[in-house]
């Protein structure tokens, strides 16, 4: 079955763009019907953040979107991205993603020159959230989204990328 769904997406284009008439909850819900199966079954995680990566950064038009995967329980290295050259590598509790790694919650920064610590590896970002991948009561990894504008994270971001980090762990 695995080879049959692999062959079918190798021949197909999709696209995650919604209609902008559509509400931010709205969107989220779309995409996640788009994409779920799209990255169903795929076992090698790598691929389905990187293929998440791309299809979050068409589908919303983030600034930055990426990864950034535990690494000798000290450090975050980066994985998949879509968007300008990043820091590659994150100590545990520093910046945004190290300290959404300590803490294992979501952090959303409605101002990153407010943030105690903030990581500036774009000076063109103006706000970030960042969602802990955790599987088996333990984070693996981190989903950071910046936008270059103040504030444009909101709970409807939360649960939407939550939702999303929840179908990469599942994948």
Request: aromatic share 12%; charged share 25%; proline share 4%.
């Amino acid at each position: 079955m695995y080879r049959k769904r692999t062959i079918y997406f190798e021949h197909m284009e999709p696209t995650f763009t919604s209609s902008p008439a559509l509400s931010k909850r709205e969107r989220y819900e779309q995409f996640l019907t788009e994409f779920a199966p799209f990255i169903e079954g795929e076992d090698d995680r790598i691929s389905a953040m990187a293929n998440t990566a791309a299809a979050l950064h068409e589908a919303f038009g983030f600034f930055w979107v990426g990864f950034y995967l535990v690494h000798d329980e000290l450090w975050l290295h980066l994985g998949p991205f879509q968007g300008s050259v990043a820091c590659s590598r994150i100590r545990h509790g520093r910046g945004v993603c190290g300290t959404a790694w300590a803490k294992a919650q979501t952090l959303i920064v409605p101002d990153v020159d407010a943030f105690p610590g903030h990581i500036a590896c774009s000076s063109l970002s103006r706000s970030e959230i960042v969602v802990p991948m955790i599987n088996g009561g333990k984070v693996i990894g981190v989903l950071d989204i910046d936008s270059d504008c103040l504030d444009a994270f909101d709970e409807d971001d939360r649960r939407g990328l939550e939702a999303v980090v929840k179908h990469i762990i599942s994948a």
